[in-house]
C-alpha cells in the first residue's frame, strides 16, 4: 500500500525528474521565452511606434502573446513520456495517476511560465507601459500562467492518441484560455486606470483553483484512455 | 487461495474478441508462459493482467479481490515491461535507473540491479548512445532494482545477446524461488524452469456474429 509520505515523495521525484530533463534539453524552455520576446518586439513595427498607444495595448499584446508561447510548448508535455514508454510505467507506479500528472504540470510551469513572467519586466519596458500597473501584471501572470499549463495540459493529454495531435492542442485549449485572458488583461488595465484591480485578481485564483482539481482528474482519465 | 487468477476472460481490441473463455490460475512462485502466433492477444492480455487494459467480459482476481477494486495498490505490486523501455535519451544509466526505482520505494538496490544486468560499467553512458539490447537491459534492470511481486514481461529477451538472455532466466528463478510470480510472452527461448503453458491459438474460436439481412 502507498503511504503518505511516498505519495510526497513520488510527486517530488516527478518534478526533479522534469526540471533535470528540462535543464539537459535547455533548447526548449529557451524556446518559450525568445518566442514571447521576439514575438510581442513585432508590435511596435505592425501597429506603429507611438508610445501612447503601445503603453494602452501592452497588456493585452503580453497576455496573447504568454498566452501562444505556453501553447508552444504544450505538445511536448506527454509526447516524449507517451512514446518512450515512461507514461505507460508512470501509470503503473503506486502514485496515483492524478497526482503525477500535477506533478508534471508543475514542472511545465516551472520551466515555461516562470520565465515567461521573468522577462514581462522587459517587454513593459519595451512598451513604455506605466510602472503602476507593473506589479498587478506580474501578479496576474503569477496566478495566470499555471492556469494557462492546466488548461493546457488536459488538451495535450486528450489528442495523445490522435494523429497530428499538435494541431489539435490550439484548437481545443485556445477557447478555454479566454476567461485566464480577459480577468488577466482586466487586472492590469484596472491597476493602470488607477480603479482596483482586487477582483480580477480573485476571479483569476478561482479560475486556477477551479483548473487545479480538474485537471488532475480530466488529465488522468485522458492518458488512461490513450494508454488503452 | 492465494493464486493470481483470471476467470473467462474475453477481450475486445477494434470492434472484434481478440480471445474469449480465457483462464488461468498462478500461485506464488510460478511461471506463466504464453505462446501463440503473432496477433493472437498475448499482449493484450498482459496489458489485460497490469490493469492497462479493461476485459469485456470476466474478472481478475489477486488473492480472491478483483484488481480493479483497488487499482494502486494492484500497479504497487507488479512490474510490467512492454515492448517501450522507458529509457530517457538525456539521462544517464545509472539516473534512469535510479528514477524508477526511487518512484517504487526501492533505491537502495540499484547497484545490484546494474550489476544483474552487467551495466555497472555503462552506469554514466547517456541513454541516447545505448543499443538496443543495453536499452533492454536497463528495463530489465528495473525489475530487480525495486521488488515486485509480480512480473509481466512482453517479449523480455528481444535484442538480448546469449549471456543478457541467462542472466535474464536467472533473475526469474531467483525472483520465484522468493515467492513471485512471473507471466512471459516470448518466442525465443528462454529458460523458466518448469512453467505453466497457456496457447492462445487453442482457445474455441469467438462466435461468428450472426448475420441479419
Known amino acids: 500500500m502507498v503511504t503518505g509520505d511516498g505519495v510526497v515523495r513520488g510527486f517530488l521525484l516527478i518534478i526533479a525528474r522534469d526540471l533535470r530533463l528540462a535543464l539537459r534539453q535547455r533548447a526548449d524552455a529557451w524556446l518559450a521565452v525568445l518566442f514571447f520576446v521576439l514575438t510581442a518586439a513585432l508590435f511596435p513595427f505592425g501597429v506603429g511606434p507611438e508610445p501612447n498607444l503601445l503603453a494602452r495595448i501592452a497588456p493585452g499584446i503580453i497576455w496573447v502573446v504568454a498566452l501562444l508561447a505556453v501553447l508552444l510548448s504544450l505538445e511536448r508535455l506527454f509526447l516524449a513520456d507517451y512514446e518512450d514508454g515512461s507514461l505507460e510505467q508512470l501509470l503503473l507506479s503506486p502514485l496515483p495517476l492524478e497526482l503525477a500528472v500535477l506533478a508534471k504540470v508543475l514542472a511545465h510551469w516551472l520551466t515555461t511560465g516562470l520565465p515567461l513572467i521573468a522577462a514581462a519586466p522587459l517587454l513593459a519596458v519595451l512598451f513604455h507601459m506605466d510602472f503602476a500597473g507593473l506589479g498587478v501584471l506580474l501578479l496576474a501572470m503569477l496566478l495566470g500562467t499555471p492556469t494557462l499549463s492546466l488548461v493546457g495540459a488536459v488538451g495535450a493529454a486528450l489528442t495523445l492518441g490522435a494523429r497530428r495531435g499538435g494541431v489539435l492542442i490550439p484548437l481545443l485549449v485556445l477557447p478555454l484560455y479566454v476567461?485566464?485572458?480577459?480577468?488577466?488583461?482586466?487586472?492590469?488595465?484596472?491597476?493602470?486606470?488607477?480603479?482596483?484591480?482586487?477582483?480580477?485578481?480573485?476571479l483569476l485564483g478561482a479560475v486556477l483553483l477551479v483548473m487545479l482539481v480538474v485537471t488532475p482528474l480530466a488529465g488522468a482519465a485522458a492518458l488512461r484512455q490513450a494508454l488503452e | 487461495m492465494a493464486d493470481f487468477?483470471?476467470?473467462?476472460?474475453?477481450?475486445?481490441?477494434?470492434?472484434?474478441?481478440v480471445f474469449a473463455?480465457?483462464?488461468?490460475?498462478?500461485?506464488?512462485?510460478?511461471?506463466l508462459l504464453l505462446t501463440g502466433p503473432n496477433g493472437s492477444g498475448k499482449s493484450s492480455l498482459l496489458r489485460l493482467m497490469a490493469g492497462l487494459l479493461r476485459p469485456a467480459d470476466g474478472e481478475l482476481l489477486w488473492e480472491d479481490r478483483p484488481i480493479d477494486e483497488a487499482p494502486e495498490a494492484h500497479a504497487a505490486r507488479l512490474h510490467y515491461l512492454g515492448h517501450l523501455d522507458a529509457v530517457k535519451p538525456v539521462l544517464s544509466v545509472a539516473e534512469n535507473l535510479r528514477f524508477w526505482a526511487d518512484l517504487r520505494g526501492g533505491g537502495e538496490s540499484v547497484d545490484a540491479a546494474l550489476e544483474a544486468f552487467a551495466l555497472t560499467e555503462l552506469a554514466a553512458v547517456p541513454g541516447r548512445l545505448l543499443s538496443a539490447g543495453q536499452r533492454r537491459r536497463l528495463a530489465l534492470a528495473r525489475l530487480v532494482a525495486a521488488p515486485a511481486e509480480l512480473w509481466l514481461l512482453d517479449e523480455p529477451s528481444v535484442g538480448l545477446d546469449h549471456a543478457s538472455v541467462g542472466r535474464l532466466a536467472a533473475a526469474i528463478a531467483e525472483h520465484r524461488a522468493g515467492g513471485g510470480r512471473v507471466v512471459v510472452a516470448t518466442h525465443t527461448a528462454l529458460d523458466l524452469g518448469d512453467p505453466q503453458r497457456l496457447s492462445l491459438d487453442a482457445l474455441p474460436p469467438p462466435p461468428l456474429p450472426e448475420m441479419v439481412w
Not at chain 1, 182 to 199: E, M, Q, Y
Not at chain 2, 5 to 17: A, H, M, Q
Open chain 1, 179 to 202: 476567461p485566464a485572458l480577459i480577468f488577466g488583461v482586466g487586472a492590469t488595465d484596472a491597476a493602470l486606470l488607477g480603479l482596483a484591480a482586487r477582483p480580477h485578481l480573485l
Open chain 2, 5 to 17: 487468477e483470471g476467470r473467462s476472460l474475453r477481450c475486445r481490441r477494434g470492434g472484434r474478441d
Open chain 2, 21 to 31: 473463455g480465457l483462464s488461468f490460475a498462478l500461485p506464488p512462485g510460478g511461471a
